[in-house]
């Protein structure tokens, strides 16, 4: 079975400073991908970064980077000089890869991150 | 090009009534998928359809049921509503290529059941 575990419920910054948020991931599929999203208060999930299992480089985009690991099953997301419209519920996810795909996203818990003035 | 979108934003319904949201995918997208978001269980994968055919399906009852139509827009039905219903339902659409592929969400339908 598949599993995303984002320990971190709530993050509270300050404007400016870095934060990082965590994910791991379980699954015995060898081909996946791993995706993080955006959830602003509208509700509207904003897609962020899709990962595939067999291309562990980092990346980066503007103020955001993701660092995966597979040795250590994480996808952790990294937001450098925080701003307030960072403010949302952010959301790491896995989903198998399948030829003819039938599409299925698990996701983490979430973790609501506000940054604060 | 137009995002995925859903209608209504809100309904609110009472136990035992039947609901159905509406969700028209992107442009050129082929398969829809739904999801219920709660406080309690978060996000949890409810189907998916692809060329109007149920092809994945999450773990709820037969209440939840959906359907495609040959535009490729979905509609989600729920028969006897349960207070527990009460839940922001989100839609996804992506292109269904050959491989599976990114997920694009729309704005949801919240709904309340009294």
């Known amino acids: 079975a598949q599993k995303v575990t984002q320990a971190q419920t709530e993050i509270s910054v300050v404007e400016k400073e870095d934060v990082t948020l965590d994910c791991v991931y379980e699954t015995r599929d060898t081909t996946y991908y791993l995706f993080w999203y955006k959830q602003p208060p509208s509700g509207e999930l904003v897609f962020l970064i899709r990962?595939?299992?067999?291309?562990?480089q980092n990346e980066i985009s503007g103020r955001y980077s993701w660092n995966f690991q597979k040795s250590t099953s994480s996808f952790n997301f990294t937001i450098t000089a925080s701003q307030v419209v960072d403010s949302a519920v952010y959301f790491c996810?896995?989903?198998?890869?399948?030829?003819?795909?039938?599409?299925?996203?698990?996701f983490g818990q979430g973790t609501r991150l506000t940054i604060n003035p | 090009k137009a995002g995925v979108t859903q209608t209504p934003r809100y309904l609110i319904k009472t136990r035992g009534q039947q609901v159905t949201l509406s969700c028209s995918p992107i442009s050129g997208h082929r398969s829809v998928s739904w999801y219920q978001q709660t406080p309690g269980q978060g996000l949890q994968f409810l189907f998916e359809?692809?060329?109007?055919?149920?092809?994945n399906k999450g773990n709820f009852p037969g209440r939840f049921s959906g359907r495609q139509f040959s535009n490729s827009r979905s509609e989600m039905n729920v028969s006897t509503l349960e207070l527990g219903d009460s839940a922001l339902y989100l839609c996804?659409?992506?292109?269904?290529?050959?491989?599976?592929?990114?997920?694009?969400f729309g704005p949801g339908t919240r709904l309340t059941v009294l």
């Open positions: 996810a896995l989903s198998k890869i399948q030829i003819q795909g039938a599409q299925k996203l698990v």
């Open positions: 990962r595939n299992s067999f291309d562990e």
């Open positions: 359809y692809f060329s109007e055919t149920q092809r």
């Open positions: 996804a659409s992506n292109l269904a290529g050959v491989f599976t592929d990114t997920q694009y």
